[in-house]
Structures are given as C-alpha cells and as structure tokens.
T-cell receptor, first 112, second 115 residues
Framework: AQSVTQLDSQVPVFEEAPVELRCNYS??????LFWYVQYPNQGLQLLLK??????LVKGINGFEAEFNKSQTSFHLRKPSVHISDTAEYFC??????????FGPGTRLSVLP | GAVVSQHPSWVICKSGTSVKIECRSL??????MFWYRQFPKQSLMLMAT?????????EQGVEKDKFLINHASLTLSTLTVTSAHPEDSSFYIC???????????FGAGTRLSVL
C-alpha cells in the first residue's frame, strides 16, 4: 500500500517570495508522483507529474518539483508566488496509474 | 489535455430524495472511472472504481446501496446518492482514465447539500 504525507497543512507566504510545499511518500513498489491544485469549489488541476527520467520536473504556472528517491520525497517549489497561487495543493502517488492515493493537502495562502 | 465534464456542479435536495451525478469524458474513452468524496478542508477519499461494463469496486466503508455507480459506456459514469441525508452533504469528484493512460483527469466536482 502507498501513503502520502504533506507535513505542512498551511503555508502562508508573501507575494513574490519563494515557496516550497513538502511531500513525502511510502511505497513498496515504484510509483508515479503528481501535484494537483484545487481552487475553491473547483476540481483538481494537474500541476506536474513525474513518471520517469529527469528527477526535476517543470509544470504549469512556474511550478517545479524534484523527485528524490532516497528520501522518498517530491517537494513542490516556485521561485516567486502570486496572489493567484492561493489554493489547496495535493500531492498524489499511484503505482503505474492505478488507484491514486492523495496526501492531506497543503493550503497555500499568498499575502499581499 | 483531456476533458472530464461533471454535472451538476451544485445540487441542493431534501432529505430522503435521490440525487444523480454525471461524469463524462469528452474527448477520450474512459475505460476506468473513479469517484471521490471530499469533506471540507480535507483530502480526497476514493469511494469506488468502475470499469466500463463491470460492477464498481467500492472501498471499505462505502455503502454500495447508498452510492450507486453505473459505468454503462466508455464516456459516461453516474453516481446516484440514494435516500440522501444531511451527512451525505459533501463535495464529490469524479476522474477518468483511458486504457493506455497513466494519469487520471478530474471533473470539476459536484457540491451536494442535503437539507
């Protein structure tokens, strides 16, 4: 079975500051890793995904994430956030596209 | 990218009535569809997985008779909340995956409010 931990339930940050949202996972098999964003009262939008290859993955809206197998982590970063980045962010894993397991989410609040 | 349409986006109903939520894949054949439930300020919890033409597989603790799932075609799955009660109020999200796809595409979600 897989599990996902997002240590920070809330992350407040000032506009134009950098941000890192942490994600750690556990799995006995290889997995694909994803970050999704959810704006209020909306569904999930895929930010980026790691399937294989380069461990640094670039996504939409200036986000990137780095897969670290030894630390079983997939932290999400953005060098300069905007007010519009305020949302809930979910890390998820899946063993080769099967059932997704989501983390508890991190609420990113960008302050003016 | 692939598009999944979910309807309605918001529904309010009286206690005891049944509500049907539709999930459609608009530009691909969804061999597998997933239904999630999300409580306020919480993550998504998988309720059930359905493959086209087969009975849905429900996660432990999810009442099959309460949450009826039908996946009759490669582009449509429905979730019917039968005899809804206030505790069924929640945000329901569907997702779909094609045969050779390794990711799921999510609908916009349906907010169910049972009065």
């Amino acid at each position: 079975a897989q599990s996902v931990t997002q240590l920070d339930s809330q992350v407040p940050v000032f506009e134009e500051a950098p941000v890192e949202l942490r994600c750690n996972y556990s799995s006995s098999v290889s997995v694909y890793l994803f970050w999704y964003v959810q704006y209020p009262n909306q569904g999930l939008q895929l930010l980026l995904k790691y399937l294989s290859g380069s461990t640094l993955v670039k996504g939409i809206n200036g986000f990137e994430a780095e897969f670290n197998k030894s630390q079983t982590s997939f932290h999400l970063r953005k060098p300069s956030v905007h007010i519009s980045d305020t949302a809930e962010y979910f890390c998820a894993v899946t063993p080769y596209g099967q059932n997704f397991v989501f983390g508890p989410g991190t609420r990113l609040s960008v302050l003016p | 990218g692939a598009v999944v349409s979910q309807h309605p986006s918001w529904v309010i109903c009286k206690s005891g009535t049944s509500v049907k939520i539709e999930c459609r894949s608009l530009d691909f054949q969804a061999t597998t569809m997933f239904w999630y439930r999300q409580f306020p300020k919480q993550s998504l919890m998988l309720m059930a997985t359905s493959n086209e033409g087969s009975k849905a597989t429900y996660e432990q603790g999810v009442e099959k008779d309460k949450f009826l799932i039908n996946h009759a075609s490669l582009t449509l799955s429905t979730l019917t909340v039968t005899s809804a009660h206030p505790e069924d109020s929640s945000f329901y999200i569907c997702s779909a995956r094609g045969t050779y796809q390794n990711i799921q595409y999510f609908g916009a979600g349906t907010r169910l409010s049972v009065l």
